[in-house]
Nanobody, 122 residues
Framework: QLQLVESGGGLVQSGGSLNLSCTAS????????MAWFRQAPRKEKLFVAS????????YYPDSVKGRFTISRDNAKTTVYLQMTSLKSEDTAVYYC???????????????WGQGTQVTVSS
């Protein structure tokens, strides 16, 4: 059973940057594709970024492409999300997720973290 714990959320001004971390434990996390999702108040949870188990492939929706970067350090069992040029619409709870299949990951993650709040003030 994989456990995921996010950290790094907080309050940042529009145009600023923030780095999130997600540390995995309880399993061989280097065998899992990892992703970040976000959920704004009263809205559905949306895919933000994903990375393959070996870190070679990354995917982003157009809404964050060029501003967000996902990376991972398998030795530290940690996945990162670097967020730059933040906008008020990026305000949300950010969740880390994992699945053995990067295809299934974007629609039905097997594991979720508890989330970390990111608030961008305008």
């Amino acid at each position: 059973q994989l456990q995921l714990v996010e950290s790094g959320g907080g309050l940042v001004q529009s145009g600023g940057s923030l780095n999130l971390s997600c540390t995995a434990s309880g399993g061989a996390s280097n065998r899992y594709a990892m992703a970040w999702f976000r959920q704004a108040p009263r809205k559905e949870k949306l895919f933000v970024a994903s990375i393959s188990a070996n870190g070679r492939n990354t995917y982003y929706p157009d809404s964050v492409k060029g501003r967000f970067t996902i990376s991972r350090d398998n030795a530290k069992t940690t996945v990162y999300l670097q967020m730059t040029s933040l906008k008020s619409e990026d305000t949300a709870v950010y969740y880390c997720a994992a699945h053995s299949s990067i295809v299934a990951l974007t629609t039905a993650p097997a594991y979720w973290g508890q989330g970390t709040q990111v608030t961008v003030s305008s």
